[in-house]
């Protein structure tokens, strides 16, 4: 079976860094698009940032400067840079796979996946 596995997400100090790393595993021909999302309490899940099979990347206003999206083609892996971080960028976040392609029994299925969402938690 495909799976988008996480890790990196933790708990640091206001102006501290952290790494997110994402791969997915299974029989994964290619990946569009990855990306990462990140949704806080009470707030609606928003865009951090993309990056497309050919390198585009885009980021949200917000942590333009401080973040940056990589990827890995071979390893069908994603990763972010988040440096200077803020208190504001607490939230769960979540790994994006838009148009996943892999096949299975002789089919060639597309999909898009998502992780389970890792928390990262910046005090002050």
């Known amino acids: 079976q495909v799976q988008l596995v996480e890790s990196g997400g933790g708990s640091v100090q206001a102006g501290g860094s952290l790494r997110l790393s994402c791969a997915a595993s299974?029989?994964?021909?290619?990946?569009?698009?990855m990306g990462w999302y990140r949704q806080a309490p009470g707030a609606q899940r928003e865009l951090v940032a993309t990056?497309?099979?050919?390198?585009?990347?885009n980021y949200a206003d917000s942590v333009k400067g401080r973040f940056t999206i990589s990827r890995d083609n071979a390893k069908n892996a994603a990763f972010l840079q988040m440096n200077s971080l803020k208190p504001e960028d607490t939230a769960v976040y979540f790994c994006?796979?838009?148009?996943?392609?892999?096949?299975?029994?002789?089919?060639?299925?597309?999909?898009?996946?998502w992780g389970q969402g890792t928390q990262v938690t910046v005090s002050s």
């Open positions: 299974g029989s994964v021909f290619s990946i569009n698009t």
């Open positions: 994006n796979a838009q148009g996943l392609t892999y096949f299975s029994g002789g089919r060639r299925y597309t999909v898009t996946f």
């Open positions: 990056i497309s099979s050919g390198g585009t990347t």
